[in-house]
């Protein structure tokens, strides 16, 4: 027999949004994605990251409605540590913090979403 379908609850997923972003600027490696990447003192960042993102432009997004599911708001959180990735070398302060800001979004996002 086919198995019913749980409707999908999308109601509260902006809310969780905006609890995962600001446990996202809590966290102390927080401190390179917090605003844009200076391009104008950090040389070859405009050349090399076609699509710069960052914890505060992801903030103006969620309150100009920009988001408009779950999905898109992590597309975005993940580009950030993408172009973390990219343009810093894994053995390098901002790259570790990269790294590790990646690992803790993951882990919080899916407990989120398991307590549904
Ligand atoms: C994410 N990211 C941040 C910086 C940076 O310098 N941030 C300002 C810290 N105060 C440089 C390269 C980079 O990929």
């Not at 999908?8 to 809590?26: F, G, H, I, T, Y």
Request: with cysteine; aromatic share 10%.
């Amino acid at each position: 027999a086919k198995k019913a379908k749980k409707p999908k609850d999308s109601s509260n997923e902006l809310a969780v949004c905006r609890v995962l972003l600001a446990d996202l600027e809590a966290h102390q490696d927080a401190w390179p994605f917090l605003s844009p990447v200076r391009h104008k003192s950090v040389p070859g960042y405009r050349k090399v990251i076609k699509k710069p993102m960052d914890f505060s432009t992801i903030k103006e997004k969620l309150t100009n409605n920009l988001y408009l599911n779950l999905e898109n708001f992590i597309v975005d959180v993940n580009l950030v540590f993408n172009n973390c990735q990219r343009f810093n070398e894994d053995d390098s302060e901002i790259g570790r913090a990269g790294h590790r800001m990646r690992r803790f979004f993951d882990k919080r996002w899916t407990e989120l979403l398991h307590l549904k």
